[in-house]
């Protein structure tokens, strides 16, 4: 019974829109993630099912039933800020425990709960300290509690590990999709970070200016984007503005570049290519040149022109004394990928 659907779900200020017709499902313990850069609506769109803030349209239902204009403490949902909001002069129990005191849960019941969620979190020895007696990755994992402590239907989390080191945020987002999905708990996460996004959810909803792009798998957005906006924001992507000229793509540099153009929009303005599926081969005959080489220890990066198109091409670094290892700015190369690899988009 704790399916999320959100309906056409808008937010207007004055005579700007932060959201404009969200239209969304998510089934019951599924984890979906909202995307998108700085102001897109993402923060707007989950306080909207939070019920902090009104919607100027739209509806949202939690297990079935319209919550559109039910106070955030009739909505059953449990949320964590980015900033997580914990109150100071209280311990990290009673910090847990409000929640069910405002919903009246008795003594005995509460203590029990309290304990229960703090062990959820591994925390259950810090229940006397206060907040500022813990680290910033201990006080996240509070504000987590104290948002399940309340068993919600919907559990909603905005950028909850933006204020954490990059370390502690990778070991905190593996907690919470761990137990997301052992509670099997409907989860709608905000965040600006496709890695996070890619790493944590089921499914991305990628939001711009208020509207959502598109909705997929992480695989699915990857591998066949939508729009230039969705190829550009998940993950990396060589983006050529050109057209289709008989079997190939004429970038407006001029380069032809391969392509597969079975099943291409007719108004295909643009060439979408990963870096990464592109192969690089040394060859003094070879038209393209070398004209930066970043080594990233894992990979290495090579920015290549050719006919006045610069492609990013990413490669694994090759061992010490191959060849390719040797490769420098200014050497010849050719370049060559699976026709299959490229996608076609109409223009942005
Ligand atoms: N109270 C408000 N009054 C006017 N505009 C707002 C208000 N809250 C948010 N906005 C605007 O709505 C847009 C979406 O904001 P927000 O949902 O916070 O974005 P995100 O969380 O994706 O960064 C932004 O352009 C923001 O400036
Ligand atoms: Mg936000």
Redesign the pocket.
């Known amino acids: 019974m704790g399916s999320l659907v959100l309906e056409a779900l808008s ?1 207007r ?2 005579s ?1 829109t ?2 404009e017709r969200v239209d969304l499902e998510v089934a019951q313990g599924e984890m979906v993630a909202l995307l ?10 989950l ?1 909207m099912v939070a019920g902090f803030i009104p919607p100027s349209g739209g509806r949202v239902l939690i297990g079935g039933q319209d919550v559109t204009r039910a106070p955030p403490y009739a909505r059953d949902t449990g949320m964590v800020f980015q900033s997580y909001a914990l109150f100071p002069h209280m311990s990290v129990a009673q910090n847990v425990a409000f929640g069910l005191e405002m919903r009246k849960v008795g003594r005995a019941e509460r203590d029990e709960r309290v304990m229960e969620a703090l062990r959820l979190v591994r925390l259950d020895h810090l229940a006397d300290r206060l907040p500022r007696q813990l680290s910033g990755g201990q006080q996240q994992r509070v504000a987590l509690a104290r948002a399940l402590v309340v068993n919600p239907a919907v559990f909603l989390l ?1 950028e909850p590990l933006s204020n954490l080191d990059a370390k502690l945020r990778g070991e905190v987002r593996m907690e919470i999709r761990a137990l997301q999905q052992r509670l099997g708990l409907t989860t709608l996460i ?1 965040t ?1 970070d496709q890695e996070e996004a890619l790493t944590m959810a089921d499914r991305l909803v990628v ?1 711009e200016r ?1 509207r959502v792009r598109q909705v997929g798998t992480a695989e699915e957005l990857y591998e066949h984007p939508a729009d230039p906006f969705v190829a550009g924001f998940v993950g990396r992507c060589n983006l050529v503005s050109g057209r289709l000229e008989g079997g190939g793509f004429r970038a407006e540099s001029g380069a032809l570049l391969r392509c597969d153009s079975t099943g291409a929009p007719a108004d295909a303005a643009l060439l979408a290519l990963r870096p990464e599926r592109i192969r690089l081969d040394p060859d003094p005959a070879g038209e393209a040149r070398i004209t930066a080489v970043t080594y990233l220890g894992a990979q290495t990066e090579y920015h290549v022109e050719q006919r006045g198109t610069t492609l990013l091409v990413t490669r694994p670094t090759p061992p010490l004394g191959d060849p390719m290892r040797r490769l420098a700015v200014g050497d010849a190369v050719v370049l060559s990928w699976d026709a299959a690899a490229v996608r076609l988009l109409p223009a942005a």
């Open positions: 937010k200020y004055g700007s932060a959201v998108g850069p700085s102001g897109c609506g993402k923060t707007t769109t306080r905005d905000v600006h939001m208020g």
